[in-house]
Each structure stands twice: as C-alpha cells, then as structure tokens.
C-alpha cells in the first residue's frame, strides 16, 4: 500500500471536471499538488481549496498541448517544489465530428494535449524516478479507448494509445519500485461530458466526478494496473468487443451510442 501524504503530484487538467476532485481528494491525503491547467483564475481556486483541506497547492498555468516547452514546465515545477512523487496524466480534450469533417489541426490537438503530452512529461520525469527507485505514474484514459466511439474517433484513438502505452511502460518498470496505472472512467457528471448538451444511452450510468477521482488514488495506492469503472459488466462488455467488434458495434446501436454521438457531432458542427 504506497500512502500518499507528503508526496509531490503532478497533476494535469486539475482546473475543473474529474481533475479538481482528484485536487480534493490529494489534498484530503495531504499532498503537495502542482496544479496545472492553462486557466490561472480557475487553478488559484482550486489551490485554496486545497490549503483549506489540508494539502498544499501550486498553480501553474500550462498549455501541454505545447510539447516542445514540456521541459520549461519541469524546470519551474523543480525550482518551486522539488521532485515529483506521482504523475497524473489528466488533461484531455474531444470534439465530436464525422472522420471526414476533421482538420488536421483537430487529429494534431487531440492527439498532443491526449496522448503525447501524458508521454513527454514521463519522458522527462521518469529518468528521476528510476534515480530514486520510486514513484507512480497514472494515466487517465476512457472507455472510449477500449471501443471506438463513433464520431468520436481522434479522442478514441488517444485513449486506446493511452492505455497500450501504459500496458508497455509498466512491463518495463516491472522490476523497479515504479507504479504505472491506466483509469478508464465511464461516463462521467463533468463539463466534458454537459458539454455535449445530451443524455446518457439509457443504458449507461453517469458516475459523479468524486467516485472517479477515489478510483485514481486507489490506482496509486494498490499499484493497480488497470481500473475500468462501473465494474465487472463494463469488463466483461469490453473483453467481448474485444473478440467480436461486431457484437459491439450492435450494442453501441442497440444502446444509443452511434446516433447520440452522431447528434453530438451535427450540434458540435452546427455551433
Ligand atoms: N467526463 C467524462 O465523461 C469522461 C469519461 C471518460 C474519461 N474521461 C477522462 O477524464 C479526464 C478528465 O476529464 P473531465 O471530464 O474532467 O474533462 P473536463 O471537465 O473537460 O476537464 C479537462 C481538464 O483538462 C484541462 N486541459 C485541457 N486541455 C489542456 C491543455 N492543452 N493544457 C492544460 N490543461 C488542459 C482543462 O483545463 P483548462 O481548460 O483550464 O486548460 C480541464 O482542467 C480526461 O482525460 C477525460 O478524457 C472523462
């Protein structure tokens, strides 16, 4: 059982949605947190709740789709805290669209901000890691990365690259004293997920953010390797569109994923 007070975690997207829970609950364990989100206003609000519940919060305001400056964040994150214990690869972008109506500007951003960001800051911290022989780094992926979401399908492929990345990397690390954990929430009650101004598929449960954000710090403490929330049904649902992809596009259909994610991407266009 690894314990979390007193560690150092940086943690991506902590401005709003799963990330300010997952903020709370650190703080609540009473964690150093390195905030960062590319809102200042929003982060500062989050680094007071933090103090107030125990934790210590550091906001910076950071747009990790820019890769290439990734070593500037390390660089401040070093000269005012030291080094990180635990990495939180959070922040994430989606836009909804028939593949065809994508720019390439949207496969780049996506793709970056999803999976290449979450991969060049372990890049760049892990060596630190290895110095000391610990650390853990957690990936929070999605369902969408176990099946391909219709009109969804950039965000889909960030996702599944998400999660065999972490598959690999922990592999690696396995003789080390170094935690990899990948997350893959549901559908969850955030602004990634009102934004798209529709239901659930009638089938599907919302989880609330706090339910997620205790998942991803029981990933970190039991060094569990992979979470799928909502449980066994999920998993045995997504091992079977596994072997047989058909079956899984009918149950999309049957649910309502297809034609509520092609709803999203007319709304999303006509916007
Ligand atoms: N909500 C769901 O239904 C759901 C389901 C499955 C998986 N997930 C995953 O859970 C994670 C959190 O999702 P969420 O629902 O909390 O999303 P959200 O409410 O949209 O929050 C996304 C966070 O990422 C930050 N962010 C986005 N682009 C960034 C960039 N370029 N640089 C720095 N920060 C950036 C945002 O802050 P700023 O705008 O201030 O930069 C915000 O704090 C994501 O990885 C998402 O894919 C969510």
């Given at each position: 059982?690894?314990?979390?007070?007193?560690?150092?975690?940086?943690?991506?997207?902590?401005?709003?949605?799963?990330?300010?829970?997952?903020?709370?609950?650190?703080?609540?364990?009473?964690a150093?947190?390195?905030?960062?989100?590319?809102?200042?206003?929003?982060?500062?609000?989050?680094?007071?709740?933090?103090?107030?519940?125990?934790?210590?919060?550091?906001?910076?305001?950071?747009?990790i789709?820019?890769?290439?400056?990734?070593?500037?964040?390390?660089?401040?994150?070093?000269?005012?805290?030291?080094?990180?214990?635990?990495?939180?690869?959070?922040?994430?972008?989606?836009?909804?669209?028939?593949?065809?109506?994508?720019?390439?500007?949207?496969?780049?951003?996506?793709?970056?901000?999803?999976?290449?960001?979450?991969?060049?800051?372990?890049?760049?911290?892990?060596?630190?890691m290895?110095?000391?022989?610990?650390?853990?780094?957690?990936?929070?992926?999605?369902?969408?990365?176990?099946?391909g979401?219709?009109?969804?399908?950039?965000?889909?492929?960030?996702?599944?690259?998400?999660?065999?990345?972490?598959?690999?990397?922990?592999?690696?690390?396995?003789?080390?004293?170094?935690?990899?954990?990948?997350?893959?929430?549901?559908?969850?009650?955030?602004g990634?997920?009102?934004?798209?101004?529709?239901?659930?598929?009638?089938?599907?449960?919302?989880?609330?953010?706090?339910?997620?954000?205790?998942?991803?710090?029981?990933?970190?403490?039991?060094?569990?390797?992979?979470?799928?929330?909502?449980?066994?049904?999920?998993?045995?649902?997504?091992?079977?569109?596994?072997?047989?992809?058909?079956?899984?596009?009918?149950?999309?259909?049957?649910?309502?994923?297809?034609?509520?994610?092609?709803?999203?991407?007319?709304?999303?266009?006509?916007s």
């Open positions: 059982m690894t314990s979390i007070a007193g560690k150092t975690v940086l943690l991506t997207g902590a401005s709003g949605g799963i990330g300010s829970f997952i903020a709370r609950a650190l703080a609540k364990e009473k150093t947190i390195i905030a960062v989100s590319r809102s200042q206003a929003k982060l500062d609000e989050i680094c007071t709740e933090i103090e107030a519940l125990g934790g210590r919060g550091i906001g910076i305001e950071f747009d789709s820019q890769v290439a400056e990734l070593p500037k964040l390390i660089q401040q994150i070093n000269q005012v805290s030291g080094q990180i214990d635990i990495l939180i690869n959070n922040a994430a972008v989606e836009k909804y669209r028939p593949f065809q109506h994508y720019a390439l500007q949207d496969i780049q951003s996506t793709l970056t901000t999803n999976l290449i960001a979450g991969m060049e800051l372990t890049r760049l911290i892990l060596p630190s290895l110095a000391r022989n610990s650390g853990h780094i957690v990936n929070i992926a999605s369902g969408s990365g176990k099946k979401m219709p009109y969804n399908s950039i965000y889909s492929a960030s996702k599944a690259g998400l999660i065999m990345w972490t598959d690999a990397l922990r592999q690696e690390l396995a003789d080390t004293n170094i935690g990899v954990s990948v997350v893959c929430p549901g559908y969850t009650a955030t990634m997920f009102s934004a798209l101004g529709v239901p659930a598929p009638s089938l599907a449960r919302v989880a609330p953010p706090q339910e997620v954000a205790i998942a991803i710090l029981n990933a970190i403490k039991q060094n569990q390797a992979e979470v799928i929330l909502d449980g066994l049904v999920s998993k045995l649902l997504f091992s079977n569109f596994q072997l047989f992809p058909k079956f899984g596009d009918l149950v999309f259909k049957w649910i309502g994923v297809t034609k509520l994610n092609k709803n999203c991407a007319e709304k999303q266009m006509r």
